[in-house]
């Protein structure tokens, strides 16, 4: 159980990171949520965590492309919550295009949010976990931390780079009983991947069916979407006492996608 620990996940308005929120929830976690949205939209998700599983839940609407925000977001978990015992940064955006192409705004969008806000969130929350010695570092990665598309050069870098920061934080926090890992998930079904469906009609000229069938599950042997819950459960496990000797790893799970 994770009654008493609390938890901060970027990115958990939508998607994998609302999956986050209410697998740990039901666990017993408090959440602090983050990520944009409908205001009258996330209060209901807030309230209906708060309902549904008997813990705390607050939000904050950091900016992930802001660093003053993000180390505020943490220190505001901290005073609202008691402590930020589990991190899980999963903001993530994507963008489709041909390198020559890319728009420079693009790139630097999404260095920032797939992968800055993790060390900003992080550098902030580390001193509360040494002091406590107790914490759970989790990061949204991908399988584009270990192989390539084409069209997806900003991302693709930011999920390398995701992959090398967990490492280096695992070996940081090591002797801290804080562990630091990455999820590096296929393609799972969210509005991530339905959103990037029409650009990558654009650029490969083709239609929706084909870039489901022919792109995004070409890519994946078993010829399934991964489900949110799936990957939860798996950061649930990571924040057990059973997973504390798993740390600096990069746990694949994407259908068999980077075993070919
Ligand atoms: P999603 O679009 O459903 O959710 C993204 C979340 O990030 C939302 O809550 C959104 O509000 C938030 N966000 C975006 N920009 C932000 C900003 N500037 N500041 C704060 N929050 C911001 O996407 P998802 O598919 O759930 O993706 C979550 C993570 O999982 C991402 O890091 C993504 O790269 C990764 N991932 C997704 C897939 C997939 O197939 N869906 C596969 C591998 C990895």
């Not at 505020?72 to 978990?77: E, H, L, T």
């Not at 296929?186 to 509005?191: L, R, S």
């Amino acid at each position: 159980s994770l009654k008493s620990r609390n938890a901060l996940i970027t990115g958990s308005t939508s998607g994998i990171g609302l999956a986050y929120a209410h697998a740990l929830a039901k666990e017993g976690a408090n959440i602090c949520l983050n990520g944009f949205g409908d205001d009258a939209e996330i209060e209901k998700t807030r309230t209906g965590i708060e309902k549904d599983f008997g813990v705390k839940c607050i939000y904050n609407g950091a900016d992930m492309t802001k660093p003053p925000e993000i180390a505020a977001m943490v220190k505001d978990a901290e005073t609202r919550l008691g402590s930020v015992d589990i991190l899980i940064s999963n903001a993530g955006v994507q963008f489709v295009s041909p390198i020559e192409e890319f728009p420079v705004e693009k790139w630097d969008q999404i260095i920032a949010i797939n992968l800055s806000s993790a060390f900003h969130a992080i550098r902030a929350a580390v001193p509360g976990m040494k002091a406590r010695k107790w914490g759970r570092i989790i990061n949204t990665a991908s399988a584009h931390s270990l192989v390539a598309s084409p069209f997806k050069a900003a991302y693709v870098s930011a999920k390398h780079g995701i992959a090398g920061l967990t490492k280096t934080v695992a070996l940081e926090v090591a002797t801290f009983g804080i562990t630091a890992n990455a999820i590096s998930p296929g393609y799972v079904w969210t509005p991530l991947v339905e959103k990037q469906i029409p650009d990558t009609m654009k650029a490969r000229n083709m239609t929706k069916e084909q870039v489901i069938h022919d792109v995004l599950l070409e890519a994946q042997p078993t010829k399934e979407f991964v489900t949110s819950e799936q990957v939860a459960a798996l950061a649930v496990f990571l924040c057990s006492d059973n997973a504390a000797q798993i740390t600096g790893a990069n746990i694949s799970i994407d259908g068999g996608w980077t075993a070919a």
